[in-house]
């Protein structure tokens, strides 16, 4: 995928997250974008590892730093209490235009994403995408007592019962989202 696409990709996903009532932060990004590539299969080819809130990717946040370079996107504040919430700029609608066969081919796997993280707060999107990470390890009919123990063993601060809804979560996701072509 081109720059141009990855980047109208991004930014269609922030207007969506925006629009379910996402803060739009750098994590709700970070986690969006992971769940775009793991649950969808919209290839943006951003490289993620398991990190301290969950699945992180150096080559997003690296991309979120151009884009701001690059005027396209903006941090504003919200509140004093958290971190920055990230915004397309009016320079952004560019991309609509340049990625427009993209962003047509992959509208309902961002929709999608955007609905599913939407509203939730970090800590259960922490558990989320890192359930959906750990999800490729854990055989499709194993116990979901399994999945919830791999969880807690890489997030012990994770309770049972958030992990075992974690690890729900994650499977009837993984049957419900479309799947790019």
């Given at each position: 995928m081109e720059s141009v696409e990855k980047k109208a990709i991004v930014i269609t996903l922030m207007r969506s997250l925006a629009e379910a009532g996402s803060w739009c932060g750098e994590t709700h990004l970070q986690k969006a974008v992971?769940?775009?590539q793991a649950l969808t299969g919209v290839p943006t080819g951003y490289d993620y590892i398991l990190y301290k809130h969950g699945?992180?990717?150096?080559?997003?946040?690296?991309?979120?730093a151009t884009m701001r370079?690059?005027?396209?996107?903006e941090l504003i504040i919200r509140s004093p209490d958290y971190g920055p919430a990230i915004i397309p700029t009016a320079n952004s609608?560019?991309?609509k235009k340049a990625a427009k066969e993209a962003l047509a081919k992959f509208q309902s796997e961002?929709?999608?994403?955007?609905?599913?993280v939407g509203k939730k707060g970090v800590a259960e999107l922490e558990r989320l995408a890192t359930a959906l990470f750990i999800f490729p390890d854990i055989p499709t009919d194993a116990p979901v007592e399994d999945g919830a123990r791999?969880?807690?063993?890489l997030?012990?601060?994770?309770?049972?019962?958030?992990?075992?809804?974690a690890i729900n979560e994650a499977r009837e996701l993984t049957k419900s989202a479309?799947?790019?072509?």
């Open positions: 992971f769940m775009l699945p992180f990717s150096f080559d997003l946040r690296d991309e979120l370079a690059e005027n396209l996107v609608d560019s991309l961002i929709a999608f994403v955007a609905q599913t791999r969880l807690r063993a997030k012990p601060h994770v309770s049972e019962a958030d992990a075992l809804a479309p799947r790019a072509a």
